[in-house]
């Protein structure tokens, strides 16, 4: 029996780990975009603990790695760059590597080492296009001898010499794959683009498909685009993203014909699928001085075909500091788009409101009627004539008023994102002559005026969009009228969510004896706010805002009150929810020790 085992002995083999665990270190080329693109192409590092492997695939991992990095050092520029991994100080190549494997236990891991050698940055040497184009096209290929041979930068070219090929109208336009010839002796690349153009077209017969509701003549008169016109790839997409934003369709396609038609022309197809006639909204917000405030919408969408809508609003808020009782508004807004001529908004609304707040009661019959008119992508404008009948209670005194004015504005907006700006400027200029009638004569104009821009300070280190400065300022004048002759409604007052966080809506300024807010002739206030993302869809906020009114006079003669605060965000893909708590840091009689804002999207 012991002869027998020890004639065993001879064929028994130890077994290593399987999977072999191992680690990783790249070493630093000197060239930080390089080692940049080392580790995002590597196998050996995105699959070392999601797809563990045995001793023999980690050899063969570890051989596509190099091929991986030869190929980013290639598309760099440095096509004499050298790679070399070792595995526990081998060479992959060498012939016991695998035995030696096979045999190693799983601890310690297995360290996998990579040097990079990236030899010198071969430039670009000849750069032409083979065939036949127009000068303004061959300018965008912006290529130039003596830049680095990067072939990403290589492949740009190559798209922007296509589209603008098909800019000029070569809708038919095709630029192949870029030839490269490498010249090691002078550390150069020579490259060459096989261009087609094929012959200019200009659009042909343009079709509507999927229209239902929707008046063909209205979408026609609405096109940016003709038959006859040069064939254009941007000018369609400007036509479709215009048509989109009618807002009654969810879906608009552009599509070109594959060929020309018996004239030559290119016909041009726009499919649409139209939105549901009638949707309902909800919407909800909190704050300790306006308590609970939800609203809710119908909206009646392409009411006569031609892109016509019909509002009905309801809201309802109570529960707050800053009011008596509970209040509601309802209001019915009518829009007719394109009216006499191209983005001239038609805008008729009438309207009841219920206000009951500690610095007066109203109730009130509101109309208008406006002309909206979009000047350009950022500028719009709008100008028409108000009406409302009401009566308000303040001080224990009612008053009924009847105002007629005539409102203007004006408005320019350049931000990159409607409830979350991180970039871009917001202007709003508001002017309303006013006339009061019957018991209460006076004659008064109101100006108010609005900045806010958003600075993305992360964006100088690199990490745009989470670090977001936001500036905001406001003033506004009463002309013609003093603080008492103005209706109470239509005086100027700070505290709350849109002025002065921290202090009760309408709270700052004048005081009755009774702590109750007067109003003023004029306003002005100032913000400036902290935002950041802190982790995945979380942030935070933190905030100063200072405001004052004043009684009779200009903006910036009144006493100023400051506060202060912090917030919470969670980032939806509908906005940030949003939840603010601030404090006044010039608490008066009266005044609440601090107040809760919570809402969908930022304060401004």
């Keep these: 029996m012991l002869v027998a085992s020890l004639s065993v002995l001879p064929i028994a083999r130890s077994r290593g780990a399987d999977p072999q665990p191992y680690t990783v270190d790249i070493a630093k080329s000197g060239h930080e975009t390089v080692d940049s693109a080392l580790q995002a192409s590597s196998n050996l590092i995105s699959l070392r603990t999601v797809a563990p492997v045995g001793p023999f695939a980690l050899i063969g991992r570890a051989l ?6 030869l190929a980013a050092l290639h598309g760099l520029g440095y096509y004499k760059g050298t790679v070399r991994i070792r595995i526990d100080g081998h060479p992959l190549d060498e012939a016991g590597l695998a035995d030696l494997l096979q045999r190693r236990a799983a601890d310690p891991p297995a360290k996998v080492t990579v040097a990079v050698t990236t030899g010198p940055l071969f430039h670009l040497g000849k750069v032409k296009i083979d065939g036949t184009v127009p000068a303004a096209a061959a300018a965008k290929l912006a290529l130039k001898p003596g830049a680095p041979a990067v072939a990403s930068d290589v492949l740009a070219a190559q798209g922007r010499l296509r589209e603008a ?8 336009a095709k630029v192949a794959e870029p030839i490269a010839i490498l010249h090691d002796e002078t550390d150069t690349l020579d490259v060459a683009f096989p261009t087609t153009t094929g012959r200019r077209v200009d659009l042909g017969p343009i079709t509507l498909t999927g229209l239902q509701e929707t008046n063909p003549a209205y979408i026609r008169r609405r096109l940016l685009v003709h038959q006859g016109e040069q064939y254009s790839p941007t000018t369609i997409e400007s036509a479709r993203a215009d048509l989109v934003n009618t807002g009654i369709f969810s879906t608009v396609r552009a599509e070109p014909a594959d060929t020309t038609d018996a004239d ?5 197809d726009f499919t649409f699928k139209e939105r549901p006639r009638h949707a309902v909204s909800f919407g909800a917000a909190y704050s300790t001085d306006l308590g609970i405030m939800t609203n809710a919408s119908w909206i009646y969408r392409n009411v006569f075909g031609n892109g016509e809508s019909l509002n009905f609003t309801a809201g309802l808020t109570g529960g707050g500091t800053a009011q008596i009782a509970p209040g509601y508004s309802v209001n019915l807004q009518f829009l007719k788009p394109d009216f006499l001529e191209r983005d001239l908004t038609l805008q008729a609304d009438v309207g009841a409101v219920k206000e009951d707040l500690i610095s007066y009661n109203r109730t009130a019959l509101v109309a208008d009627a406006l002309l909206l008119k979009k000047f350009s992508a950022h500028w ?3 100008v028409g004539v108000s009406g409302e009948t009401e009566q308000i209670t303040q001080e224990y005194t009612n008053r009924d008023y009847t105002l007629v004015g005539l409102p203007v504005s004006a408005r320019f907006d350049n931000t990159d994102n409607l409830l979350e700006p991180t970039d871009g400027v917001r202007i709003n200029a508001n002017v309303t002559p006013t006339e009061s009638v019957g018991g209460a004569n006076a004659t008064f104009v109101l100006m108010q005026g609005s900045v806010s821009t958003y600075l993305d300070v992360s964006s100088l280190w690199g990490d745009k ?30 505290g709350g969510s849109d002025t002065v966080r921290g202090y009760r809506y309408q ?49 910036l003669a009144g006493t100023y009150y400051m506060g202060a605060g912090v917030g919470a965000r ?35």
């Excluded at 596509?64 to 990095?69: G, K, S």
């Excluded at 090929?165 to 038919?172: C, H, I, M, N, T």
């Excluded at 409604?489 to 700070?494: G, L, N």
């Design 264 to 268: 030559g022309q290119l016909p041009l």
């Design 380 to 382: 719009t404008g709008s």
């Design 465 to 494: 969009g989470k670090s977001i400065i936001a500036l905001r300022a406001l003033a506004g004048d009463a002309e013609g009228a003093s603080q008492f002759q103005l209706p109470p409604d239509k005086r100027f007052y700070a």
């Design 507 to 555: 709270s700052v300024g004048p005081r009755f004896p009774d702590n109750y807010p007067q109003g003023g002739t004029a306003v002005s206030a100032a913000t400036i706010e902290l935002r950041q993302h802190v982790y995945g869809n979380f942030g935070a906020a933190a905030f100063l805002d200072v405001g004052e009114v004043t009684a009779n006079g200009p903006p």
């Design 64 to 69: 596509t790695d190099r091929d991986r990095f």
């Design 165 to 172: 090929l098909r800019e000029e109208g070569y809708a038919f």
């Design 570 to 604: 969670y980032y939806t893909s509908i906005g940030p929810l949003r939840v603010d708590v601030a404090v006044p840091l010039d608490r008066r009689p009266g005044d609440d020790p601090l107040e809760v804002y919570i809402g969908i999207g930022e304060a401004f």
